[in-house]
């Protein structure tokens, strides 16, 4: 009987191991796809030169995107 038990014990504890040798992988799978890839990063910085934004504008941006949820 307590060959048994020991068998079935070492049987969890071989199945936790690869349970967690699992999410390991997954884990990294993961983080490996949320790594930057190394692409240039565009700056849109000066896309706008010479425009003047106004509140009106702002506020009129505002309405367009968050008309649908009430903000």
Do not use: C, F, R, W
């Not at 690869?18 to 992988?25: A, F, G, L, S, Y």
């Not at 949320?34 to 509140?55: E, M, Q, R």
């Amino acid at each position: 009987m307590k060959q048994e038990l020991l068998n079935d014990t070492v049987g969890i504890l071989h199945k936790i191991e690869i349970i967690e040798k699992e999410v390991k992988d997954l884990k990294l799978s993961v983080l490996k796809k949320l790594t930057p890839t190394g692409k240039k990063v565009i700056s849109l910085k000066g896309i706008l030169k010479g425009i003047d934004v106004t509140d009106k504008d702002i506020a009129s941006a505002k309405k367009s995107l968050y008309s649908k949820i009430g903000i």
